[in-house]
C-alpha cells in the first residue's frame, strides 16, 4: 500500500507540475489513455485537469 500510495502522489505531482505548460484536456486525454479512471486521483487534480465525476455532467 504504501508503494501505491507513493506513485499515486508522484503522478499527482506530475500532473500538477505540468499543467501551467500544456491545456488541461491534453493532460486529460493523456491520464485517460493510459486508462486512469477519474476516482484514481484525487478530486482536485481530476477536477483540475477536466475529467467529470462518474454520472455528472
Do not use: N, Q
Amino acid at each position: 500500500m504504501e508503494e501505491f500510495l507513493r506513485r499515486l502522489t508522484r503522478l499527482e505531482a506530475g500532473i500538477l507540475d505540468v499543467l501551467p505548460r500544456a491545456r488541461a484536456e491534453h493532460v486529460r486525454r493523456i491520464v485517460e489513455d493510459v486508462g486512469r479512471p477519474y476516482k484514481s486521483l484525487s478530486e482536485d487534480v481530476a477536477e483540475a485537469i477536466g475529467m467529470r465525476r462518474p454520472g455528472h455532467s
